[in-house]
């Protein structure tokens, strides 16, 4: 099976958008998605802060930043992605961002975790509206072999607002609370969602493809034959069914869904833990850890996003295998990296260090949405977007936090109970099981020892979260080498399934 975008030539039709425009929308995606991530990501900025406040383990911490917002992002991700592949995906971001924005707001109203847990659950019902209809958009203002590096600029929304939530988020935390920094970075979201509503227009569906390219958005009626000719939900399973087997029925393709999978596992994981592993190692305020990660995400990873788009595209018109050789590449090189720098014995080497990984690690965002756009027709890319988001964001952004802060929380008791374990041995203890061991969480609730404990019991409770917080983001981390075997192995026979050349000359 080849990709329907790589079939024939390049439509004659001159096309409906400059490129200045184009340009414009998608900027305006693009803040669109920055402003997903500061809502999605401030979370790991300011999560010390809540974790002492509301006396919570690391373990629901990780809740917070990953399983709540997962559980019905991604589930209500598929019946939108279907709704923008018949309606407006204008619409559908711009209403999605106002809901998404003022459940952030309320995050900064919760009174205790359990209301702060389900506010984070509406931060997600909000922003399972923005991917899906923006990669279709996307792909419809954009020819196949400019669709990674498109995507790549789309996806560098995820660095810079990891940047502007992460200074924002701890300038605000430091000087007024964490529940002032929810309010403030959720609110102008509102004023983004109307600008976007005003100046992007929807295009026809298909616009930019090589084989179909109508002229105007009421030319395509998607389809409705097959409404006709069947129920609507045994019309809904059937294009499932069809996207499923084009993304995930195939050896290349599902390797890379496998991949990017499991280094957004890494990621949200360890990304996590990061801020909070500076303010319990080496003692930082919230504002200058909010800086130190603010300036790695917009440098490192926004780096590491566009490159790695941008060269994907241009190293496949020689080779097609370059879309999963290019993360394959990057996440191998990026995994020791990763580590060393929470092996660091000062802040200063560890930010700095901290500035190398991301270049490498976020090369795979801008192919693999590229890949996946470019194996479907265009009334299908938003329910793609959709699949792969499912599964990505089910098992990554629900299970990574979660998973680091579990396993941070089981090593603090082994620390606290044996100081000095190493990394692979505390892993080792973990796996053999403690269940003498005293719970963590009463021993040091919140991480601190009780009041009145004395020096030996602060030294102890603050020693093992250091320990395990260290260890925990270590093994996550691991995740990384993982991805890129699979990368590996996607590029074997890709370019076939994409009709990409194997090697020599581009095709003109």
């Not at 790589?6 to 096309?15: N, R």
């Given at each position: 099976?080849?990709s ?11 096309p ?11 900027a305006?995606l693009v803040g ?7 809502d999605?990501?401030?979370v790991?900025?300011i ?11 690391d ?19 598929i019946?939108?992605?279907r ?5 407006s995906?204008?619409?559908?971001i ?6 998404w924005s ?7 109203l919760a ?10 659950v509406g ?6 509206g ?5 990669h279709?958009?996307?792909s ?6 400019r669709?990674?590096?498109a ?5 560098f ?12 988020g701890?300038?605000?935390a430091t000087?007024?609370?964490?529940r002032?920094?929810?309010?403030v ?15 992007v227009r929807?295009p026809p569906?298909?616009?930019?493809e090589?084989v ?11 389809q409705a ?12 399973l ?10 995930f029925g ?6 890379m ?7 957004s596992f890494a ?13 319990r190692?080496?003692?930082l305020?919230?504002?200058a850890?909010?800086?130190?990660f ?8 926004g ?11 241009r ?10 050789l290019?993360?394959?590449?990057g996440?191998?090189i ?6 060393s ?8 080497a560890?930010?700095?260090?901290a ?12 192919p693999t ?7 479907v ?9 959709a699949?792969?988001?499912?599964v ?6 629900g ?9 941070i929380?089981a ?12 990394a ?8 053999a099981g403690?269940?003498?061991v005293?719970?963590?969480?009463l021993?040091c609730?919140?991480?601190?020892a009780?009041a ?6 602060e ?8 320990a ?6 270590e ?6 080498a ?12 890709l370019a ?13």
């Amino acid at each position: 099976m080849t990709s329907v975008a790589a079939k024939g030539a390049y439509a004659a039709a001159p096309p409906l958008y400059s490129e200045a425009y184009k340009g414009v929308v998608l900027a305006m995606l693009v803040g669109a998605y920055t402003f997903n991530f500061i809502d999605r990501t401030i979370v790991a900025v300011i999560g010390q802060a809540i974790k002492v406040d509301l006396k919570i383990t690391d373990t629901q911490l990780g809740l917070l930043g990953g399983f709540s917002f997962a559980v019905l992002y991604t589930v209500l991700g598929i019946p939108i992605a279907r709704a923008a592949e018949r309606f407006s995906r204008v619409n559908i971001i711009a209403v999605s961002m106002v809901l998404w924005s003022g459940f952030t707001v309320a995050c900064g109203l919760a009174p205790a975790f359990g209301p702060l847990l389900a506010t984070r659950v509406g931060v997600g019902v909000g922003e399972a509206g923005c991917s899906p209809p923006a990669h279709s958009l996307i792909s419809d203002y954009y020819a196949p072999r400019r669709r990674a590096s498109a995507l790549a600029v789309y996806s560098f929304g995820i660095p810079l607002g990891a940047m502007i939530g992460a200074v924002a988020g701890g300038v605000l935390a430091t000087l007024y609370g964490w529940r002032v920094a929810f309010m403030v970075v959720g609110a102008p979201g509102v004023i983004m969602a109307l600008i976007i509503k005003l100046v992007v227009r929807e295009p026809p569906r298909g616009h930019s493809e090589l084989v179909e390219h109508p002229r105007l958005a009421a030319d395509l009626s998607p389809q409705a034959a097959e409404a006709g000719a069947r129920g609507w939900l045994e019309s809904e399973l059937a294009e499932l069914g069809v996207v499923a087997r084009r993304l995930f029925g195939n050896w290349p393709v599902a390797n890379m869904m496998i991949g990017v999978t499991l280094a957004s596992f890494a990621g949200y994981g360890a990304g996590a833990f990061g801020a909070p592993y500076f303010n319990r190692a080496f003692g930082l305020s919230y504002a200058a850890v909010g800086l130190i990660f603010g300036v790695i995400g917009g440098l490192s990873t926004g780096a590491g996003t566009l490159a790695g788009g941008f060269f994907a595209d241009r190293a496949a018109r020689r080779a097609g295998r370059w879309y999963a050789l290019t993360p394959a590449v990057g996440l191998a090189i990026a995994t020791p990296i990763a580590i060393s720098v929470y092996e660091a014995s000062t802040w200063q080497a560890a930010a700095l260090i901290a500035l190398l990984p991301g270049i490498f690690s976020y090369t795979y965002l801008g192919p693999t949405f590229g890949v996946a756009q470019n194996m479907v027709e265009p009334r299908r890319r938003a329910t793609a977007t959709a699949l792969m988001f499912f599964v990505l964001n089910f098992i990554a952004l629900g299970g990574g936090p979660v998973f680091t802060g579990w396993i941070i929380d089981a090593l603090a008791r082994i620390d606290l109970a044996s100081p000095g374990h190493a990394a692979p041995a505390a892993l080792a203890a973990l796996i053999a099981g403690h269940g003498a061991v005293p719970s963590f969480a009463l021993s040091c609730p919140g991480g601190l020892a009780p009041a009145g404990a004395g020096a030996t019991a602060e030294t102890a409770c603050h020693g093992a979260l250091v320990a395990a917080t260290r260890q925990g983001i270590e093994i996550t981390l691991l995740f990384y080498a993982w991805a890129a075997m699979h990368y590996l192995l996607g590029s074997i026979g890709l370019a076939r399934r994409l009709a990409l050349p194997e090697r020599g000359k581009a095709r003109s």
